[in-house]
């Protein structure tokens, strides 16, 4: 029998937002996963046949943020109306992907793009990051949210997850931490100056080709997965984002793991794409055996969310 904690944070899976790349017309039936639980899913809004939606950021009025690799361009979806047609918000040229998606201060995001290929395992000097501003946007004008580029990062090759470091004195502009699977290592942003560092390149985050990927942080520390390790880790990190502490596995092997959510108490719900396992598992704030909650096809990023009766519910006082 598991901890009370982990019956209660299955219940709040309930209102898990989930992207679904790929074909996504039938994310239960079509996955072939070996559930150990199998958690009600329903599609939010489907694609056309052929898109890749790579990562999600959910915005404080519930509405989703989605990235979209195939093209690559950012969408807005409304979770609660499946039928309206995504907003798109912007496309960008000079790259062919885009990848992670973060909220720093509330309604601003910051999204990160490259040029790569997963085939060649090369990445070819351009990498960007924009700011995806939302606060001037208004649904009646499209185009309205305000997107400048705010750093480039040469020696990258295929930037994919993001995660906000906030200032610690609550002074400076902070640091935003980028993954790049190709390169095995972690990049840090100031988006204040745009000036690039890479503060952690570890056996932890490299791989012979899809290496460290999904990152997040919560309370100084850093958590981040590695797809071809099969692997989700915790580190303490600085107000640089050089690590300080001990890397900890929470989970190794039986996944393939993608980008994830953590839930207030640190336990994580990890996108997994292993073939015939489909789906998300729950990983245990103190570590364990990676568990698929819910099935779909090819799922990438996993966000709760923040609209009316959405987000984590817990039972206080358990
Ligand atoms: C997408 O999935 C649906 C449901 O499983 C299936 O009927 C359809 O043929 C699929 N389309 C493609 C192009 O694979
Ligand atoms: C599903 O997983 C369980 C536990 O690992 C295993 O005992 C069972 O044989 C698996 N079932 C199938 C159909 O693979
Ligand atoms: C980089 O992206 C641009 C825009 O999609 C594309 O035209 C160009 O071919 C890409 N460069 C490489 C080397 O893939
Ligand atoms: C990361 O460290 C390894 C081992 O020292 C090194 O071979 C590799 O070039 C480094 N990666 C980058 C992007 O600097
Ligand atoms: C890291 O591990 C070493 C060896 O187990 C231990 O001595 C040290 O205190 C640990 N450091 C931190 C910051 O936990």
């Known amino acids: ?3 009370p904690s982990y019956l209660l944070s299955l219940f709040s899976l309930r209102a898990i937002t989930l992207t679904l790349a790929h074909n996504s017309s039938n ?16 599609p939010v809004y489907t694609f056309p046949v052929g898109t890749w939606i790579e990562n999600l950021a959910v915005r404080a009025n519930g509405k989703i943020l989605a990235t979209d690799d195939s093209l690559p361009r950012v969408y807005q979806i409304d979770p609660l109306s499946p039928h309206t047609p995504a907003i798109l918000l912007h496309e960008f040229t000079d790259t062919a992907s885009i990848l992670g998606i973060v909220e720093t201060i509330p309604d601003v995001f910051y999204v990160c793009t490259a040029n790569y290929s997963s085939a060649k395992l090369e990445g070819y000097g351009q990498a960007y990051i924009y700011k995806l501003d939302m606060r001037p946007f208004s649904p009646s004008i499209p185009s309205s949210a305000a997107v400048s580029k705010v750093a480039t990062l040469s020696e990258a090759k295929a930037l994919d997850g993001l995660a906000w470091l906030e200032p610690r004195d609550r002074k400076g502009e902070g640091l935003l931490l980028v993954s790049d699977f190709l390169a095995g290592v972690v990049w840090s942003v100031d988006i204040a100056t745009g000036a690039v560092a890479m503060p952690i390149n570890s056996t932890y985050t490299r791989s012979t080709g899809f290496g460290v990927n999904g990152l997040k942080i919560r309370d100084q520390e850093l958590y981040f997965t590695n797809t071809q390790q099969q692997i989700l880790v ?10 300080v502490g001990n890397y900890t596995v929470l989970a190794q092997g039986g996944f393939g793991p993608d980008d994830f959510a953590l839930d207030a108490e640190g336990d994580a719900y990890v996108t997994s794409f292993e073939v015939g396992r489909n789906g998300v598992v729950f990983v245990p704030r103190e570590g364990g055996e990676a568990v698929y909650i819910a099935g779909m096809a090819g799922p990438t990023a996993a966000a709760f969310g923040r609209g009316e009766g959405e987000g984590l519910r817990r039972h206080d006082g358990v």
Not at 234 to 243: I, P
């Open 1 to 3: 029998m598991r901890s």
């Open 234 to 243: 915790k580190v303490a990190v600085n107000s640089k984002g050089e690590v």
């Open 27 to 42: 994310p239960l039936l079509d996955t072939g996963a070996n559930l150990t639980f199998a958690l009600p899913t329903h």
